[in-house]
């Protein structure tokens, strides 16, 4: 199975929301409702952000969002602040016992 | 909460194989997957794969023929090889639960292998 397609680059100031892509296939995406959202900083492991899509663990400010349309999931950051400013990383299941990761989108707080 | 811990040699030989283990703490191993992922210097994310507590495993089609991930429930440990090494496997080695098999969480705080001769 091929990587889940991110932008490379994402920016906001600010206050303004941001929102990243990730965009699969039907086997993937499209397919399950089990998308996840992981946010890295430099030298740090991967933090969850968001899960099964649209789902919040405790702790995660609720600025942090997601949401999937057909093949595209989303990740939207309103009123993105500079503790914001990261790698993020989606990630879903594909079937057959498959996990597969997008190529990551740096945030950029301007 | 649970904590993961990855352990073993931080310089591999090209052609040798990158052994790992993960000690898993506050937390049984008995239920849930456990996973295996890198990150290459600079880049993005792989998943290698997975291993059910009772000893199935699943792995990353274009890794199946290098991986083996076993699980030791009496130490609470699981553990990656992966043989035939290159410079290409050269990452930050992330171990990590995976509750329902659909997204690993949490992860470990990842130790560095290098292939070099």
């Known amino acids: 199975q091929s990587a889940l397609t991110q932008p490379p680059s994402a920016s906001g100031s600010p206050g303004q929301s941001v929102t990243i892509s990730c965009t699969g296939t039907s086997s993937d995406v499209g397919g399950y409702n089990y998308v996840s959202w992981y946010q890295q900083h430099p030298g740090k492991a991967p933090k969850l952000m968001i899960y099964?899509?649209?789902k919040r663990p405790s702790g995660v400010p609720d600025r942090f969002s997601g949401s999937k349309s057909g093949n595209t999931a989303s990740l939207t950051v309103s009123g993105v602040q500079a503790e914001d400013e990261a790698d993020y990383y989606c990630?879903?299941?594909?079937?057959?016992?498959?996990?597969?990761f997008g190529g990551g989108t740096k945030l950029t707080v301007l | 909460q649970v904590q993961l811990q990855e352990s073993g040699p931080g310089l591999v030989k090209p052609s040798e194989t990158l052994s790992l283990t993960c000690t898993v703490s506050?937390?049984?191993?008995?239920?849930?997957?456990w996973s295996w992922i890198r990150q290459p210097p600079g880049k993005g994310l792989e998943w290698i794969g997975y291993i059910y507590y009772s000893g199935s495993t699943n792995y990353n089609p274009s890794l199946k023929s290098r991986v083996t991930i076993s699980v030791d429930t009496s130490k609470d440990q699981f553990s990656l090889k992966l043989s035939s090494v290159t410079a290409a496997d050269t990452a930050v080695y992330y171990c990590?639960?995976?509750?329902?098999?659909?997204?690993?969480?949490?992860w470990g705080q990842g130790t560095l292998v290098t292939v070099s001769s």
């Open positions: 990590a639960r995976d509750p329902y098999g659909v997204g690993p969480n949490p």
């Open positions: 099964d899509v649209s």
């Open positions: 506050g937390g049984s191993i008995n239920s849930y997957y």
């Open positions: 990630s879903s299941y594909a079937g057959n016992n498959i996990v597969v």
